[in-house]
């Protein structure tokens, strides 16, 4: 199950690139590219975050982990938000700056992938939860109901449309992963959807209580 998994999970960030290098010209295949890449370097922190939740979670702290889960879910939700937000306001002058005058075209399907970068980031804690608890079925339904639509709305709309209509249907994609995998959590714990995208005060105190117990536990520990 965990390879089959990764196997869709790989084609479920990688399969657009196929249907943009055959519909489209190299130079947006190019541009395209380094959007998705721009895109996943926002998944480093998550899979930091996901590597530590695993184990916990397996460890069996299930009812604990599930709060936290949540509370990293909706922190990461936030700082993206406020990161993309940035990346929106200057991205049509800095990509070009950054990457060369011949990646112009990246800043609209950037901002079309937005939403998928915000869906995916708030998800890794989740499925990491999942995983710990053996729920792997769980992570694979959601991703595969996102690849059917990548699939299909990659073959009708980026002939059409071309890299714009990746970007989108990328986004829908995960945006239906999301919905799949907080309706699951927030029915077997009885959470508001608030509770996933609603970074509130009390948030900041559980993390720095959460730091404070970390560093305390390995000052005991050395």
């Given at each position: 199950l965990v390879f089959a998994g990764n196997v869709v999970y790989f084609l479920l960030y990688r399969v657009d690139?196929?249907?943009?290098?055959?519909?489209?010209?190299?130079?947006?295949?190019?541009?395209?590219?380094?959007?998705?890449?721009?895109?996943?370097?926002?998944?480093?922190?998550?899979?930091?975050?996901?590597?530590?939740?695993?184990p916990l979670t397996a460890g069996g702290k299930g009812g604990n982990m599930a709060e936290l889960s949540a509370l990293l879910s909706r922190t990461l939700f936030f700082i993206y938000l406020l990161a993309c937000g940035v990346l929106v306001i200057t991205g049509k002058w800095l990509f070009p700056f950054a990457f060369g005058e011949s990646f112009s075209e990246m800043y609209q399907p950037f901002l079309f992938l937005i939403p998928g970068i915000l869906s995916l980031s708030g998800l890794f804690t989740l499925t990491a939860y999942f995983a710990g608890k053996g729920q792997v079925k769980t992570n694979i339904i959601g991703s595969v109901y996102a690849l059917g639509i990548i699939l299909a709305g990659d073959f009708i709309f980026i002939p059409l449309y071309g890299i714009n209509a990746a970007?989108?249907?990328?986004?829908?994609?995960?945006?239906?992963?999301?919905?799949?995998?907080?309706?699951?959590?927030?029915?077997?714990?009885n959470m508001p959807l608030s509770r996933f995208f609603l970074f509130r005060n009390s948030d900041i105190h559980q993390i720095k209580n959460g730091i404070g117990a970390l560093l305390t536990k390995d000052n005991r520990v050395s």
């Open positions: 690139y196929l249907f943009v290098e055959k519909y489209c010209s190299l130079e947006q295949l190019g541009n395209y590219i380094q959007v998705s890449k721009l895109g996943h370097l926002f998944f480093i922190l998550p899979t930091i975050l996901a590597s530590a939740v695993f970007a989108v249907v990328s986004s829908i994609g995960y945006m239906v992963y999301q919905a799949y995998i907080v309706t699951v959590f927030k029915k077997e714990f």
